[in-house]
């Protein structure tokens, strides 16, 4: 049986895991504080429950990121046929001393072995805490345009083979 758009259990499906554990950056949207949309590329490490983004303290995502806010995650590809998995949820946050476990694993995982410790020695000098954001999936979406395609698409190719 085929999950439908916006359930949970998309999250395992094989596209689904191999984008989770892809070196492309998210895409993070959220309400700035003035109502205004941001849309910002990020890295992020999936933990197995939850989407996370690491950033400074004094990020200005920390002025509209709080516990309880929602946000939008989008992790994709970049040629036909477009591979996209798309989070919705809620946010919450916290500060830890020093880099965040997570954000080393997203590092290793994106600039692998040499690079990524290099980023690391380079980062923990000027990190002495870090504000660490946590997505909740509460709708996940997929689309592999192979076998499940955006809504509309799908209703026109049902109405042409009619």
């Known amino acids: 049986m085929t999950s439908h758009q916006g359930d949970l259990a998309l999250l395992q499906e094989p596209i689904a895991q191999q984008l989770l554990q892809s070196t492309s950056p998210a895409r993070l949207a959220y309400v700035w ?3 205004s949309p941001r849309l910002v590329p990020v890295g992020f490490h999936w933990t197995g429950s939850e989407l996370f983004f690491g950033t400074q303290p004094d990020s200005p995502k920390n002025k509209a990121l709080h516990d309880g806010a929602w946000a939008t995650a989008s992790i994709d590809t970049d040629s036909m ?3 996209v998995l798309q989070i919705r949820g809620r946010i919450h946050t ?6 965040a476990p997570e954000y080393e694993k997203l590092v290793m995982r994106m600039m692998g072995e040499e690079g990524g410790r290099a980023w690391l020695d380079t980062m923990r000098p ?6 660490r954001f946590f997505l909740t999936p509460e709708w996940v979406g997929l689309l592999d345009f192979e076998t499940r395609f955006p809504s509309a698409m799908e209703r026109a190719m049902e109405q042409a083979s009619a």
């Open 33 to 35: 504080t003035d109502g």
């Open 81 to 83: 046929p477009y591979r």
């Open 126 to 131: 000027m990190t002495p805490r870090m504000a």
């Open 94 to 99: 916290d500060i830890v001393d020093g880099v």
